[in-house]
């Protein structure tokens, strides 16, 4: 390996640093703001862009007094019409100014030419005198108190417009919402279910093939393998169709649900094993003649030589091909759009993003955390066992390097 | 909490299943044929020699099964219903591959197609080889190499979603100012002073959008292999060349690149596998709409839109399957070099 590093000085060194910092920051920035904005609340989300998260926004909110049918007569003999403005829970928002069709009791209010009409008359907090002799205090928190020595006549309330800022917060709410609301848990629980018997199953039978494709003398032996080896390469759409029709027929015939765990297990398996056998048969195929033939002089069966002593040896391999194919089974939509129906009880995750992304609408913070749930096991998974998705990596594409 | 042992149960009943065929099918091969033994006990003829003749094929059975039922007999079967109508029921020629090539949407798929498998294997492959080559110099080296592969690990679904964010605009409408922008991509440009986009729908020029997310997941993959093999480089050689006085440049390009040449043209084959399968991405970004068909979107549509037409969309699987062959051939050929060595 070259040990020599580049000078951090010369104009070489600054130019590749600068680039591997440039390269970095495109490759991380995207994911770095779908876990801010999962972290946002849902209506700054769909204001203001995710960099802006620990800034204090500003945005305007409309909303319309109470009538005089609100109104109520405190101990004082006064008539009061109150409320809040805010329609869902406030947290920390604060009102800074508003405006809107009221009258003051001295003048008329004159607009700064390219002033927003009606955001900036008054400052909240304040009590405004009226010109019909009544009063109007618009708290910071959103709270109103429209105060008359007459009782109110109005038939509809007068609307209003209001500037709010909107200080930085971050909560789990929306990891709640899609957990809660989206059944996004059940989708969870799906997506293991369908990922680990389909990791599971393809690595024991690939282990066992790729160790008679090794050690095992039997007619053909060369052949198959030549034609795992081409397999590799089959695009999987090739498969769909027949599969489909199959599945169909097998399902009517012993009238079961076409659509099933163990069917889309099998999927995954089938689209799995040429991968395996191949990885697994370098590795498998790379262990000592010798161990295996004294093995065999002191009397054991293939069948015994393989599970006492191969697969226990195979271990760095078959856990290389488990990351592989558990990232590509949890990741994977097309399989699962194919054979499993979009009933709660079968959903993938994928898929219910899938369906999440393809309607457009206002449900930007159900995506960004249901995005952020489906990749955080993968990124658990790769983190934690790089070396070896790494190790697999290179087995499959580059021997004897 | 029933939900996840109803989980565990399928899982366990699974996986079961397999493990028992292996450990039973070798018991009763074994209790089948027994070595024979007087009547003490004591062994006088082994069978083992008959067993072994039956045993590989209990190892290698359920895989050649499995193979040969999800992927030999629909790959041939496929082919079989391209000349098919679009119930498979009736022999209609080439008539589907005649429809095709008529088709404007079959054309439009083969011409992006064409473009994504120009641009990244491309891109994924030169700006893999990149950060190798950077990183391997540097100190924080290793950690940036973490951060650039990272996104292997992240589903095309989920990488969509993210990129989403990055592409998304807030059109200003007729008279009014320019929005706030919530896509990173559109803020830069405003704050250029430039007017907000919609990158996904701008036709021909959002193919390179989807195209990025691609490339952005593998990168990581080239950078992985590349960065190994161009740890084979023997170190004497590039001593030898920076005595001589070579620059660094030089020796990438005249030392380097040559030894690791062989390993590149395998990233690309392998990238451009995963391109001619590219369906995630334009599903959930695009759907094909704004002119970004792909073969296997194309495929995937014609299976399921409208009751399904089985000719129809067989024969867009046997042209991706013949956009393959050349890599199948390749890589066997490879594989049968390298057993000559072992």
Known sequence: ?????????????????????????????????????SLREKDQLLVTGWWTALQTAERNLQGRTGAAGDQVQNDDGMYVISGTVFEEESGSQRISTYGGGFLPASGTV????????????????????????????????????????????LERGVRFFATVSVPPSFSLNNYDEVLSANNFDQSFINTFVVAVPSTIIPIAIAAFASYAFSWMEFPGR??????????????????????????????STFGIDAKSYPGIW???????????????????????????????????????????????LSIPALASFAIFQFLWVWNDLLIALVFLNRTEDQSVMTVKMGELLGSRGDNWQVLTSSAFISILVPLIVFFSLQRYFVRGLLAGSVKGG | MERIVAALAAIVLGVGALILYFFGTNFLLDRLMPDRVDANGIPIESREKQRERIRPWLFVGPAVIILGIYLVYPAIQTIFLSFFDDNGKEFVGLSNYQWAIENPGFRQSISNNIL???????????????????ADRIRWGPFAKSLIFMPMAISFVG???????????????????????????????????????????????????????????????????LGAALRGVPE??????????????????????????????????????????????????????????????????????????????????????VAVIPVLVWNIRRFRQEEAYR
């Open chain 2, 116 to 134: 994504w498998l120009l641009i990244v294997p491309f891109f994924s492959t030169g700006l893999g080889l990149l950060v190798a080559v950077l």
């Open chain 2, 159 to 225: 990488a969509s979603v993210i990129w989403k964010f990055v592409y998304d605009a807030n059109l200003a409408s007729a008279g009014n100012d320019i929005p706030q922008q919530i896509g990173i991509l559109n803020s830069i440009i405003v704050s250029l002073g430039g007017s907000p986009t919609d990158w996904i729908t701008v036709s021909f020029w959002n193919n390179f959008f989807l195209m990025m997310i691609l490339i952005w997941i593998q990168t990581g993959f080239a950078m992985v292999i």
């Open chain 1, 266 to 312: 099998l999927a995954h398996t089938g689209f799995g094993l040429p991968l395996a056998i191949y990885l697994l048969r370098n590795y498998i195929g790379g262990l000592p003649r010798e161990i295996i033939e004294s093995a065999k002089i002191d009397g054991a069966s293939h069948f015994d030589i393989f599970v006492r002593l191969v697969l226990p």
């Open chain 2, 236 to 321: 004497e050689t590039l001593e030898a060349a920076r005595i001589d006085g070579a620059s660094e440049v030089r020796i990438f390009f005249n030392i380097m690149l040559p030894q690791i040449m062989t390993t590149i043209l395998v990233v690309i084959t392998t990238i451009i596998i995963t391109v001619l399968k590219v369906f995630d991405v334009v599903q959930v970004m695009t759907n094909g709409q704004w002119d970004t068909q792909v073969l296997a979107n194309l495929m995937y549509d014609l299976m399921f839109r409208g009751g399904g037409d089985f000719g129809r969309s067989s024969a867009v699987a046997v042209v991706i399957m």
């Open chain 1, 222 to 251: 060369q052949l198959l393998f030549v034609i795992v080896v081409g397999l590799l390469v089959v695009p999987l759409q090739m498969s769909l169709i027949p599969l489909l029709r199959l599945y169909n027929t097998v399902g």
């Open chain 1, 110 to 153: 004159e607009y700064e030419p390219g002033e927003q009409v009606g955001l900036s008359d008054y400052s909240a907090d304040e009590v405004v005198a009226l010109e019909d002799g009544t009063t109007f205090t618009l708290n910071s928190d959103g709270t109103y108190e429209w105060v008359s020595p007459e009782p109110f006549e």
């Open chain 1, 1 to 37: 390996m070259n040990t020599r590093a580049l000078n951090s000085l010369t104009p070489g060194g600054i130019i590749a640093r600068g680039a591997l910092i440039f390269m970095v920051l495109v490759w991380t920035l995207p994911t770095v703001g779908l876990l801010i904005s």
